[in-house]
């Protein structure tokens, strides 16, 4: 079906309305006139009709009387003269035969009648003297006379002398009918003056309304005009530009326009405001976020001026925030950025990184000033930062890793490794100093390697080389293995895979391991849509990063690819380790709980590594705990992990949650867990990570 796309223009409209309404207007005006023209002509007929029927008459009669008298017929022809509507009169006898007739020059002879026809007669003769004397009708000749009949009556006095005469005498008049009197009335000259008014009038009238026409259209196109002027804006809006004033109007209806665009504008504008903050900053701080620092320091480095990069580590962050909780771990690093920013230049760029690690560039310095920069923070932070809370103080220091950037030999990231790299120095040299990547540079096998494993990396993740392994996890009770847990592989030489522990470190240096992240969801649940074909109760556990809980499209992702492989969502096992969950844990409570909303489960994964795990499982929602490997290994021989995994069995059973032992390695531990009352249990005694599932 097509559709007209073509466009029309508003005042074209505008007038074509207009005009219609006129034309409609003239013609029943024109009608109205015509119809009561015509009304006036026909009520006046009758009227003019007898006067003129009585004076013709009277000026008749002595046709009847046989008087002859020359000036009678001057004065019928002058009364004719006088009346231009009185085409002709014709005088008859009783009988109906022509006595005189008199008519206009011009008039045609073949409409006067030599004699009365007996239809006409018997009409005559029907009236008498008390009637109206008067017969009206059209001509029946075709022609455009109207014809006006009457009776001529004739009174005569009888001659009783002068002296005799008596008016009570009932003889003393006498009315004898004398013949009758055909007048024949032309109004078609004020038909056709009516036309030709009506013609003039209507191209006067047409030439006015052309020129209201055009003033209408001149001013109904100022009208309109500022409505065109707003599409420049509107379409610049359509582009995404808020950077735009709409002028307002002297017409309230478009000045109500007008405003509530520049409302809209304004809106929009504060909008992209909001969402450039939230995109660029941090929530918890208020600082720029890791995203616009990287971007700021593509800036720096594309220039040629000597800048540095500061990349700080909170010492002791993960002993406050697991003593204390992760709200007043959220407060010292709130109090810690308030304190850096003070400390530095409004050109500088300062960022939360992540979690306890900030970054910070300096602009056009030189090394000694960097320096001086960093023994400040160094030393007045371990003297004036004390962070209070619960009514217990903790003295706040950190390490500072810098790397100057001179050079364009190295990219950003490869700075920002150099500076993770020197942060970590200083951290490995006793914490609360720093320490340039200088003094690394003759250790620069560690920088070179890294950077080897990113390049693997993308590569793996471009063409799609990573290997995925599926280890059961097997019901104690029932002995059915329904879960497996999914563990990312990247192919070595030869035949040989290279665990995660290997390449991992790198790749979270690199900002990478959201790209794995979401790898390893897509070709896990292909796979999981193939399995779940031959066996329908498959689960498959799938691990993520810390680094999620900074990707603002997990969740997405997550859902498009359950609607792609059409995968039941509590087929799903999401596991993140404790120490990620306690590091981010506003954001992995908020995380789990979306992933929960799609249907799908939870494991909390290395349970028991941190001061506060039993305080944790309050605030998470989660399904699964896995017991940390650690005390799993020797447990049957360990009185102490005995104990601790015990009570862990014990509290999670009180809250609802599912057990997981991991590293299950021979039969006496799996005897001893199943006595215990663990739930699930993994390890190479159950079996070993494999390609293809059995």
């Not at 009758?180 to 004020?190: H, M, N, Q, R, T």
């Not at 522990?501 to 979270?508: D, E, G, R, T, V």
């Not at 689960?539 to 603002?552: C, T, W």
């Not at 359950?562 to 844990?585: G, K, M, W």
Request: proline share 3%.
């Amino acid at each position: 079906m097509k559709t007209n796309n073509k466009q029309r223009s508003l005042v074209g409209d505008i007038l074509l309305i207009h005009i219609v309404y006129a034309v409609i207007v003239y013609l029943a005006a024109a009608s109205c006139l015509w119809l009561m023209s015509s009304w006036i002509i026909d009520n006046n007929l009758e009227k003019w009709a007898s006067r003129w029927t009585q004076e013709l008459n009277e000026l008749g009669t002595p046709l009847y009387d046989g008087r002859s008298e020359p000036d009678r017929f001057i004065h019928i022809e002058d009364y004719i003269e006088k009346f231009p509507e009185i085409a002709y009169v014709n005088y008859y006898s009783r009988d109906g035969a022509l006595i005189f007739s008199e008519g206009r020059p011009n008039l045609n002879s073949t409409t006067l009648h030599l004699s009365l026809d007996s239809t006409e007669l018997a009409l005559l003769n029907n009236i008498t003297v008390s009637q109206k004397p008067q017969i009206i009708e059209q001509a029946r000749d075709g022609s455009p006379y109207i014809k006006t009949y009457t009776p001529i009556w004739v009174e005569s006095i009888p001659d009783d002398g002068l002296l005799d005469f008596n008016l009570a005498d009932e003889r003393a008049d006498e009315i004898t009918l004398a013949g009758y009197v055909e007048i024949g009335l032309d109004f078609s000259p004020y038909e056709k003056q009516l036309v030709n008014n009506l013609v003039i009038g209507s191209f006067v009238i047409l030439l006015i309304f052309l020129v209201i026409l055009l003033i209408s259209k001149n001013t109904i196109m100022r009208a309109v005009k500022p409505l065109e002027q707003l599409s420049k804006p509107l379409k610049s809006l359509a582009e995404g530009n808020t950077d735009i004033y709409v002028q307002p109007s002297r017409h309230r209806e478009i000045n109500n326009i007008s405003s509530a665009l520049n409302t809209t504008i304004t809106a929009l504008r504060e909008r992209d405001a909001t969402l450039l903050r939230l995109a660029n900053h941090d929530s918890l701080t208020g600082l720029y976020n890791r995203n616009y620092f990287t971007e700021k320091l593509e800036q720096i480095a594309a220039t040629n001026s000597t800048s540095a990069l500061l990349f700080i580590d909170l010492d002791h962050f993960k002993y406050v925030n697991d003593t204390l909780g992760h709200e007043a771990g959220d407060r010292m690093l709130v109090q810690a950025a308030r304190w850096l920013r003070h400390r530095l230049r409004e050109c500088d760029t300062l960022c939360r990184f992540g979690g306890d690690e900030f970054t910070i560039l300096i602009e056009s310095t030189s090394q000694e000033k960097v320096i001086q920069l960093a023994n400040k923070l160094i030393t007045t932070m371990s003297e004036q930062l004390i962070f209070i809370d619960s009514n217990q103080n903790f003295q706040v220091s950190c390490s500072i890793g810098i790397t100057m950037i001179d050079s364009d030999l190295y990219t950003p990231d490869e700075f920002l490794s150099q500076a993770d790299l020197a942060c970590h120095e200083a951290k490995r040299a006793g914490r609360n100093r720093f320490y340039f990547y200088e003094k690394l540079k003759n250790e620069t096998g560690k920088m070179e390697e890294d950077i080897g494993w990113s390049r693997r990396i993308e590569a793996a993740l471009k063409s799609d080389q990573f290997i995925l392994e599926y280890q059961p996890i097997i019901n104690v009770h029932t002995g059915n293995s329904d879960i497996y847990e999914v563990l990312l592989r990247m192919p070595g030489d030869g035949d040989k895979l290279i665990p995660p522990s290997a390449f991992l470190p790198a790749a979270q240096r690199f900002g990478l391991m959201v790209d794995i992240d979401h790898w390893v969801i897509e070709h896990a649940l292909k796979a999981l849509s193939i399995q779940r074909q031959s066996k329908p109760t498959i689960k498959f556990a799938i691990n993520l990063s810390g680094h999620v809980f900074e990707e603002v499209n997990l969740v997405k992702i997550v859902q498009e690819n359950i609607e792609r492989f059409n995968i039941p969502p509590d087929a799903l096992i999401f596991e993140v380790t404790e120490q990620v969950a306690v590091h981010h844990i506003a954001e992995a409570n908020l995380l789990i709980k979306k992933l929960i909303a799609l249907g799908c489960e939870f494991a909390l994964d290395d349970f028991g590594s941190g001061f506060s795990s039993f305080n944790y499982l309050k605030h998470l929602p989660i399904h699964y705990i896995k017991i940390d490997g650690n005390f799993i290994e020797n447990i049957t021989n360990d009185k102490t992990d005995q104990a601790m995994v015990q009570s862990m069995i014990q509290i999670a059973k009180t809250v609802g949650k599912f057990t997981i032992a991991e590293y299950v390695l021979d039969e006496d531990t799996m005897a001893l867990l199943k006595k215990l009352g663990i739930d699930y249990a993994q390890g190479h005694y159950i079996g070993r990570p494999k390609q293809l599932l059995a």
